[in-house]
Nanobody, 116 residues
Framework: QVQLVESGGGLVQPGGSRTLSCVAS????????MNWYRQAPGQERDVVAS????????HYADSVQGRFIISRDTVKNTVYLQMNNLKPEDTAVYYC?????????WGQGTQVTVSS
């Protein structure tokens, strides 16, 4: 079955960097768009970055454009989110997502806290 397992969260100081990883299994990873979402307490879960299958075209939310980089390794079946110049407002649980045949699949989430 489809599984998405995130890792890499933790406490980061403002201005710092962190890279999240999501290992995917149970589907043909290279064919599907992969997304990173985040959800802060009391807020909706919003997409922050996406990367299409095959060609690897990327899209970013305005709030992270120029600071975050999404990438994928089709040999390791892993999607990454490199986060730079982190701000306190980036604090959230980050989720890996795949949309396969009209169904959403989610990882368990990884907490990122940006604080001094």
């Amino acid at each position: 079955q489809v599984q998405l397992v995130e890792s890499g969260g933790g406490l980061v100081q403002p201005g710092g960097s962190r890279t999240l990883s999501c290992v995917a299994s149970g589907f043909t990873f290279s064919r599907y768009r992969m997304n990173w979402y985040r959800q802060a307490p009391g807020q909706e879960r919003d997409v922050v970055a996406s990367i299409t299958g095959t060609v690897g075209i990327t899209h970013y939310a305005d709030s992270v454009q120029g600071r975050f980089i999404i990438s994928r390794d089709t040999v390791k079946n892993t999607v990454y989110l490199q986060m730079n110049n982190l701000k306190p407002e980036d604090t959230a649980v980050y989720y890996c997502n795949a949309q396969i045949w009209g169904r959403d699949y989610w990882g368990q989430g990884t907490q990122v806290t940006v604080s001094s």
